[in-house]
């Protein structure tokens, strides 16, 4: 089938995309997160020119395509971009063949373990400790992400002592029998990461995130070589040949792209490949509840080399006030720490007609 028409539906913060194929049958996907309109913009003028009219049974070779076709234009946004167009491709193809995409995956619906991931760094480390305690006590979950360094911080902490104080008081609240893990978001110096992560070792953490600048690989394979802890990294990293050399001189331990800011599913397997090749499981980073969550849900389930948990954010209208409302049904209900991807075609979900209509919309179509 051939793209007859691209849609986009946007404001700053989050923007969908709905495609029609030539037999009007649709699928709906998101572009990344974060100055979306933007990202909706680039769709329409650099994507799309290079799709309308084109078969799309190849979804990574019509992706492929469009990068070399605009290849003046690199990095991010035409990568936040394409996921959009990849991400609505799936749906319609579940909605032709009535599966979910899980299974056009190779997959199976079922549950999958989460962890609650805090986004906040202006909380202190005891009403951290107590809003995990709630959430383990009303949603069952047995593992927590908390931040640590100050972002970017270059060895400066959010304030001073936070890291050191947060992490035994973290651990001394759950207990032993609940997973910790941390990020730093490049908030470290190689030396300083290894100090912390020594830290993180004797309080049993067993995740340390982006401990230092993230284009800095041979600053993270340093902290990697140095520490027992699992480094992890690769959330900000768009390009394939980055991540090949990534795993190639194993610069962290696990593996944790972005479906959307890498350029959608079709990309993000060819991460999941070269990681299962090199032996280092995947838990991608999927920190908001617009879609991406939900397009990881699907992708876990059926890659192998899935790592332990799915990132789960726990920030809700006073962090992310442009959350509400996206969905006519909400695919994220957390019971005994698990979600649930579902057995309904394509991504198993409606998004809010209201929202829809209160959103700028835009649309590319062949004559």
């Not at 019509?62 to 936040?80: A, D, N, Q, T």
């Not at 520490?227 to 696990?254: K, P, S, Y």
């Not at 879609?291 to 992310?320: C, N, Q």
């Not at 695919?331 to 198993?348: E, I, K, L, N, R």
Request: glycine letters at 8%.
């Amino acid at each position: 089938m051939k793209i007859k028409c691209v849609e986009t539906f946007s404001n700053q913060y989050v923007g969908f995309v709905r495609i029609t194929a030539e037999d009007g049958t649709q699928g709906m996907g998101q572009l990344s997160t974060y100055h979306s309109d933007i990202a909706s913009l680039v769709l329409h003028r650099q994507v799309a020119p290079h799709v309308l009219g084109v078969e799309f049974d190849d979804i990574d070779a019509l992706s492929e395509k469009v990068i070399e076709r605009e290849h003046k234009f690199p990095g991010s946004y035409m990568k936040r971009a394409i996921g959009g167009l990849d991400t609505a491709i799936w749906d319609l193809r579940g909605k032709v063949t009535g599966l979910p995409v899980v299974k056009l995956l190779g997959g199976e619906p079922g549950k999958l373990r989460a962890y609650a991931s805090s986004m906040k760094r202006d909380i202190t480390p005891a009403d951290e400790a107590e809003r995990f305690k709630r959430l383990r006590d009303r949603f069952g979950f047995d593992a927590f992400k908390f931040r640590i360094a100050a972002e970017y911080g270059h060895d400066v902490d959010e304030w001073p002592g936070r890291t050191e104080e947060i992490v035994p008081m973290i651990r001394k609240a759950l207990g032993p029998e609940v997973a910790l893990l941390v990020d730093a978001n490049s908030g470290f110096s190689p030396e300083r990461a290894i100090e912390v992560g020594r830290m993180l070792q004797d309080n049993g953490i067993e995740h340390f995130e982006e401990p230092c600048l993230y284009w800095e690989l041979e600053q993270t394979k340093q902290v990697a070589q140095a520490l027992d802890i699992a480094v992890t990294g690769g959330e900000q990293d768009c390009e394939i040949a980055t991540w090949r050399h990534m795993i190639d001189m194993r610069a962290v331990d696990i593996v944790q792209p972005d479906i959307l800011y890498l350029g959608g599913i079709s990309r993000t397997l060819r991460v999941c490949a070269m990681a299962r090749a090199a032996g280092l499981p995947v838990t991608p980073h999927s920190a908001n509840l617009g879609m991406v969550t939900l397009f990881t849900m699907h992708l876990l389930r059926a890659i192998e080399g899935a790592g332990k948990y799915l990132e789960f954010s726990i920030e809700g209208p006073d962090y992310y006030p442009w959350q509400e409302g996206l969905f006519v049904t909400s695919p994220y209900d957390v019971q005994d720490g698990m979600v649930t991807v579902s057995d309904a075609p394509g991504w198993g979900v409606e998004i809010n007609p209201e929202w829809l209509a209160r959103s700028h919309y835009q649309v590319s179509k062949t004559e």
